[in-house]
């Protein structure tokens, strides 16, 4: 029960977190970075969504199939 409900969290969350993200990257401008930092930062945060949003579902299942 406390699986799925970590689950539907980490789906839950998938818009809440991608919106902010892709603001970010349209400030930054990431089609055509002015330098090494701001495409380093576009990196960071083309991983930082599917990280954040897999991590909470993966936990979730961890918890689902009592391996957590």
Request: glycine share 8%; net charge negative.
């Amino acid at each position: 029960m406390m699986g799925t409900l970590i689950i539907l969290l980490g789906i839950a969350l998938a818009y809440p977190t991608s919106h902010p993200i892709n603001e970010a990257r349209t400030a930054l401008s990431c089609n055509a970075p002015a330098s090494d930092f701001d495409q380093a930062t576009c990196w960071f945060l083309d991983l930082t969504k599917p990280m954040f949003v897999g991590g909470i579902i993966l936990i979730g299942f961890l918890v689902l199939f009592k391996i957590l």
